[in-house]
């Protein structure tokens, strides 16, 4: 079992800056591939970025690529997601998961803990 907890959302005026934490429990974090998704008002849940365990692949949603960067940290069992140059159509709710499958995946069913999210909201 594994528990997730997002912080760091916030309001931000366009081409602005947050840094988003998510906070697991348990010991077999860092055997688990993370990611973070994002749900915007009346949109379904979509896939932002994704590390696997060790750190070595990561991989982006196009509309965040070279603006977001995900990393972890293990040894405190707590990833991150950083934006940079936010626009207002990257206002949504960001949620934390894990998975316990390898790779870089990227559908919502692909994962199996979530948060309860964190809300980022861009000013325009």
């Known amino acids: 079992q594994v528990q997730l907890v997002e912080s760091g959302g916030g309001l931000v005026q366009a081409g602005g800056s947050l840094r988003l934490s998510c906070a697991a429990s348990?010991?077999?974090?860092?055997?688990?591939?993370m990611g973070w998704f994002r749900q915007g008002p009346g949109k379904e849940r979509e896939f932002v970025a994704t590390i696997t365990w060790s750190g070595d692949r990561l991989l982006y949603a196009d509309s965040v690529k070279g603006r977001f960067t995900i990393s972890r940290d293990n040894a405190n069992n707590t990833v991150y997601l950083q934006l940079n140059s936010l626009k207002p159509e990257d206002t949504a709710v960001y949620y934390c998961?894990?998975?316990?499958?390898?790779?870089?995946?990227?559908?919502?069913?692909?994962?199996?803990?979530w948060g309860q999210g964190t809300q980022v909201t861009v000013s325009s």
């Open positions: 348990g010991r077999a974090f860092r055997t688990y591939g």
């Open positions: 998961a894990s998975r316990r499958t390898a790779g870089t995946l990227i559908r919502v069913i692909d994962y199996d803990y």
